[in-house]
């Protein structure tokens, strides 16, 4: 005889807390990657931009492998009803939006390890990271493209993501969105 294990109505509060980090920090990447590409700045200004934003995309690494361990530990709350269609469609863009999440801190730790300036990744200055390989302006200039193209697909994936959301929220009205929130299922917080 199996017992059923019983559904919490909403998302546990570490994994909405790691959600919503993770989106501030994709934010805070954003303008930072916009501010390091301005080259009128000194170099001082520029290597500490890129130190935090190093420092920030490892963060964010950290918190995408702590909240798909959490996701095997912790119940997931009871499903929407919705098609089968929709189901997929919803599983393919969380999967593309966790490989974006991992694929970008590596895909940046491998171009500046493989940069033909070898500048260390301090980590908030605390300690060094190593870098996994040596220069060479191939691998640098293959993991700068792909860094760019697995932002472009995070974006992309995120913009999807996020119009799901909001129909979940504005059209069916299914309180998708509480779940995804801090606090009781229900408690019209959203």
């Known amino acids: ?3 059923a294990v019983a559904r919490p109505p909403g998302w546990h509060p570490a994994l909405v807390a ?8 994709i934010a805070v990447q954003y303008g930072l990657s916009r501010l390091m590409g301005d080259e009128s700045r000194d170099l001082l200004g520029r290597f500490v931009l890129y130190q935090w934003h190093k420092s920030i ?17 912790i119940p997931d709350p009871e499903p929407l009803p919705a098609s089968v269609w929709l189901r997929r469609a919803a599983l393919a863009v969380h999967a593309g ?3 974006c999440l991992l694929a970008l801190p590596v ?10 300036i070898q500048i260390p990744t301090l980590y908030f200055g605390w300690f060094s990271v190593p ?3 040596g220069p060479d ?13 697995v932002f472009d697909s ?17 059209v069916w009205r299914d309180g998708l969105l509480r779940r995804m929130w801090f606090g009781r299922e229900g408690s019209g917080a959203l």
């Not at 790691?18 to 920090?25: F, N, R």
């Not at 895909?107 to 033909?116: D, E, H, K």
């Open 107 to 116: 895909t940046g730790l491998l171009m500046v390890s493989a940069a033909p």
């Open 154 to 170: 995070l974006v992309a994936l995120g913009l999807v993501h996020l119009g799901a959301a909001l129909v979940h929220q504005f």
């Open 97 to 99: 939006l966790y490989l």
């Open 57 to 73: 995309g490892l963060t964010v690494a950290l918190f995408v492998v702590m909240r798909l361990s959490l996701r095997l530990a």
């Open 137 to 149: 302006k191939a691998t640098y200039e293959l993991m700068r493209g792909l860094h760019g193209l």
């Open 18 to 25: 790691l959600h919503w980090l993770t989106v501030a920090l």
């Open 131 to 133: 870098h996994p390989i």
């Open 1 to 3: 005889m199996t017992t």
